[in-house]
């Protein structure tokens, strides 16, 4: 069964402090890994794809990183309006072509 | 604007009631796709339409149904309303590309 484990659940950051969130995925076959940004209340955005392991995808602050694995995001010098939810999702390459999406991690950049 | 429109915004109804939430998909997306999102839940996937047919099943429940018409628009029929189908209900479509484009939501409140 695909498996989705976002971490951490919440993270909070100082302007500027950098860090790194973790999606550990279990899938039968990986077509793509996806990350999305949600802000309450609104729909997911979508950021990266990401097909192959050792693939890296950069975006203004955001760099998406996959291994066999997992995947991180990389958060360079945050800014308060990088706080939001950030989603991750795999899509098999059997079965339903859906998405399986983990349950997020919260960060909140202070400024 | 992400292209993909979702109607009413929100909704309040009373248990046991039925109603119907619409989706237009972005322009040339033949795959439409509804997921549920509770407040202790990550984005739970539904039923995926394509080109008018029924493509995939996830954790839907019986009292929901779903379907897409000739103009590829789609809607998603909850009857028999409990307190728990209250969540946020989004629909997202997809085209050539793997990536998936939400709409902003409906939310659903069950009183």
Do not use: M
Request: net charge negative; with cysteine.
């Amino acid at each position: 069964e695909d498996q989705v484990t976002q971490s951490p659940e919440a993270l909070r950051l100082q302007e500027g402090e950098s860090s790194s969130l973790n999606c550990s995925y279990t899938v039968s076959g990986l077509r793509g890994l996806f990350w999305y940004r949600q802000d309450p209340g609104k729909g997911p955005e979508f950021l990266f794809t990401l097909y192959s392991a050792g693939e890296e995808k950069e975006k203004e602050r955001l760099k998406a990183t996959l291994t066999k694995k997992e995947s991180f995001l990389h958060i360079t010098a945050p800014k308060p309006e990088d706080s939001a939810t950030y989603l991750c999702a795999v899509q098999a390459t059997t079965g339903a072509n859906n998405l399986f999406f983990g349950t997020g991690t919260r960060l909140t950049v202070i400024p | 604007d992400s292209g993909v429109t979702q109607t009413p915004k929100h909704l309040i109804t009373a248990t046991g009631q039925r109603v119907t939430l619409r989706c237009s998909p972005r322009s040339g997306d033949l795959s439409v796709y509804w997921y549920q999102q509770s407040l202790d839940q990550g984005l739970q996937f539904l039923i995926q339409y394509y080109n008018g047919e029924e493509r995939a099943k996830g954790n839907i429940l019986e009292r929901f149904s779903a379907q897409q018409f000739p103009d590829l628009h789609s809607e998603l029929n909850l009857s028999s309303l409990e307190l728990g189908d209250s969540a946020l209900y989004f629909c997202a479509s997809s085209g050539r590309s793997y990536g998936y484009t939400f709409g902003s939501g409906t939310r659903l409140t069950v009183v």
